[in-house]
């Protein structure tokens, strides 16, 4: 390809990292296509990412840095005023037999972290995305191939209920219209955004020397929700402004080996999780009634936040999932292909950084790209620094979001812990 014409960037995946890589990546004036499995998550009929609702995040600063420098300048004024801030942790627990609640701030500055809804955050993404003129959305399409070498990937455009919108992927057709169609598409630089079970990382093994490490952690997770104070049978003293519990709070219900977070909406809600032993769920899947009396014993006063009927509903209803955790390296190939995101680096939610992390590697590689000329030589050697720099940082934070699994079910209540907060504020 001639030096001038525009790098073709397919990107693989729509979630949070391949919409803000796509911004990006328009930015640059590129011709930019983006292919998703699911439908648009901005359609009422799609089924969300896990199959949950929604789930609530942290956003910190990695992320949001990653989307001041994205070159839109609305978007991050539009996403801030999506979420709530959390200055620090509510504990609760109980002591003498009453139920209590400890605020633990974030940090003596009064800095903070925003809650933020994952799916509100990616809409407001592709709505940016949609709106550049150099990007095809392409819906409902599957990653079923890709050749690093010679630059080509394959995908299966599922039957969509909604016509699609886009036109730019049909060249080579293999058709069978009633089902499924096969396409084979062309490109410069493949990103593969697609999350913790990448089929771009899978291509990208057969042709590099990747090293690569999966591992699962033996507890599972599952949402439930916490309706606004006006319809919740029960608050807590803490509760403020239409919330049935402190608004500005990430709350936490740590139990030895278990615990249960709360994270604050918009709508006065709160998005929540069990994370438990399988085996804990295993039990209560085949007795549901030994739920309720599970949740009093280990979460005093959660139950009654959520509503007992709606908690056992919930469990039965939502789905139980597991928690994995990957890490690879290096993140490219050549001068073709790079991963991102959780294809890159899938880690625990412990400490609250997967998507902050996948945000800052589109920020990361961009700067490595823009310090190289865009031709193949410039692109290899921006691709390989960008390996070197993120494949530590990625790793690290896969570990310390290990680390904070302990510090958040256990530690949080430990006396080293206690002792070490008294030390700080005083
Ligand atoms: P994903 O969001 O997984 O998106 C990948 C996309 O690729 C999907 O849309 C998928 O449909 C698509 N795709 C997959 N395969 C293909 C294919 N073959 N062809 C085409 N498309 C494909 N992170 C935080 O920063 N803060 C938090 O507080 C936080 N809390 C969390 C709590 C829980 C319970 C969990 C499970 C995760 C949490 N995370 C948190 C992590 C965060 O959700 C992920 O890191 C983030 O969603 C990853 O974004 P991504 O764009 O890399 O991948």
């Known amino acids: 390809m001639a030096n001038s014409s525009p790098t073709k960037c397919v990107i693989i995946g729509a979630g949070p990292a391949g919409a803000l890589a796509a911004l990006y990546a328009a930015r640059r004036g590129w011709d930019v296509e983006v292919y998703e499995l699911r439908g648009d998550l901005r359609d009422a009929s799609t089924t969300p990412l896990n199959f949950t609702k929604s789930i609530n995040l ?29 200055y620090g942790r509510m504990i609760h627990g109980k002591s003498s037999s009453r139920l209590s609640e400890e605020s633990q701030q974030y940090d003596v500055h009064g800095r903070f972290l925003r809650a ?15 709106a550049l003129p150099n990007v095809k959305l392409h819906f409902n399409h599957k990653l079923t191939g890709a ?102 709070h990430l709350h ?35 007795y549901p009634d030994g739920f309720l009396p599970f949740f ?23 789905p139980h999932l597991p928690l994995i955790s990957v890490k690879c390296s290096p993140h490219h190939h050549g001068s073709a292909g790079v991963i991102l995101g959780d294809a890159a680096h899938a880690m625990v939610p412990f400490y609250g950084q997967g998507m902050n992390a996948g945000l800052e590697d589109v920020r990361v590689l961009f ?7 865009s031709n193949m030589q410039g692109r290899a050697k921006a691709l390989e620094g960008y390996s070197a720099e993120r494949v530590p940082d990625a790793h690290t934070i896969n570990d310390l979001a290990l680390a904070n699994y302990w510090e958040m079910h256990a530690g949080v209540t430990s006396p080293l812990y206690l002792l070490r907060k008294k030390v700080e504020e005083f």
Request: proline share 6%.
């Open 367 to 373: 700067q490595h790209l823009d310090a190289h000329p």
């Open 252 to 286: 936490i219900w740590p139990q030895s080996d278990k615990m249960f977070i709360a994270i604050p909406s918009t709508d006065k809600s709160f998005t929540c999780t069990l994370f438990a032993p399988s085996a804990d769920f295993t039990s209560l899947e085949k």
């Open 296 to 318: 009093q014993a280990n979460f005093p006063g959660a139950a009654d936040l959520v509503g007992r009927a709606e908690l056992r509903k919930q469990f039965l209803e939502n």
């Open 58 to 86: 942290a956003l910190s600063e990695r992320g949001i840095n990653a989307m001041r420098q994205s070159g839109s300048d609305d978007l991050l004024e539009t996403v801030l005023s999506e979420t709530v801030p959390m």
């Open 147 to 248: 050749d690093l070498r010679k630059r080509k990937a394959w995908f299966e455009q599922q039957p969509s209920r909604k016509p699609e919108t886009a036109d730019g992927a049909q060249a080579h057709q293999k058709q069978d219209a009633s089902r499924s169609t096969e396409i084979e598409v062309d490109f410069d630089l493949i990103l593969g955004c697609d999350g913790a079970h990448s089929s771009v990382r899978y291509h990208m093994m057969k042709s590099v020397r990747m090293d690569y490490e999966q591992s699962y952690i033996d507890t599972l997770w599952c949402e439930f929700t916490i309706p606004p104070a006006a319809s919740a049978s029960h608050t807590t003293p803490s509760a403020r402004d239409g919330f049935a519990t402190s608004p500005n």
């Open 116 to 130: 933020v809804d994952r799916a509100i955050l990616n809409k407001l993404l592709l709505n940016e995305v949609e």
